[in-house]
């Protein structure tokens, strides 16, 4: 079991940046890689980035690449998303979920990863 922790998430102005975290804990080893979905109001839950935790190879939502950059420290266990330029349709909870142990294909579906935070709020608003 993998134990996700979110937090940075706040009100931020349009064309601002916000980095989030994610703290994880647990059995990380044998994880292939973690990744950050999104959900708006009345929204499903859509990927936005994913990183293979050994390599560092990064994949991003198309919409998303230019404007995030995923990262992730393996010394302190902890799942980085550097958010720039925001627009005010970013707005939603952003989540980092964990992909199901033993599976080694990066995917972009939710029901792929078994391990998810609580997630943690971004507001993109003036």
């Known amino acids: 079991q993998v134990q996700l922790v979110e937090s940075g998430g706040r009100l931020v102005q349009p064309g601002g940046s916000l980095r989030l975290s994610c703290a994880a804990s647990g059995r990380i080893f044998g994880i292939y890689a973690f990744g950050w979905f999104r959900q708006a109001p009345g929204q499903e839950r859509d990927f936005v980035a994913a990183?293979?935790?050994?390599?560092?190879?990064?994949y991003y939502a198309q919409s998303m690449q230019g404007r995030f950059t995923i990262s992730r420290d393996n010394i302190t266990n902890t799942l980085y998303l550097q958010m720039d330029n925001l627009e005010p349709e970013d707005t939603a909870v952003y989540y980092c979920a964990a992909l199901a142990p033993g599976v080694g294909v990066v995917t972009v579906s939710p029901r792929g990863f078994t391990s998810w935070g609580q997630g943690t709020q971004v507001i993109v608003s003036s």
């Open positions: 990183i293979t935790w050994v390599g560092g190879a990064p």
